[in-house]
């Protein structure tokens, strides 16, 4: 079983940033790849990026370099620095565990999803 708890969600201005954690637990098998992901009211969650078990991270193509993941704390802490915030950036914030080590940015690819936090940009 793997939990995931996020933070650091809040209210920003356009052309601020913000970093997100999600903290982790539980096997770690079960969380070969971590993503990262948003969902805008009404639709569907859209993926930003994930980071496997090996460091390798990798973005959707709409990132643009503006959002970074990372990991810390042995790969038990992520997060998601994003900067130049836009207002269409507004969307629950979601991290989420895959077992398995073919990653990608699809959400049916993820059991394991956190509570969400919200990023309000204005």
């Known amino acids: 079983h793997v939990q995931l708890v996020e933070s650091g969600g809040g209210s920003v201005q356009a052309g601020g940033s913000l970093r997100l954690s999600c903290a982790a637990s539980g096997d770690p098998r079960m969380r070969a790849c971590m993503g990262w992901f948003r969902q805008f009211p009404g639709q569907g969650r859209e993926g930003i990026g994930y980071?496997?078990?090996?460091?390798?991270?990798k973005y959707a193509e709409f990132v643009s370099g503006r959002f970074t993941i990372s990991r810390d704390n042995g790969g038990d802490d992520f997060y998601l620095q994003m900067s130049s915030l836009k207002p269409e950036d507004t969307a629950k914030y979601y991290c989420a565990a895959r077992a398995y080590s073919e990653c990608g940015v699809t959400p049916a690819m993820y059991s394991y999803w956190g509570q969400g936090t919200q990023v309000t940009v204005s």
């Open positions: 980071i496997d078990s090996d460091g390798t991270i």
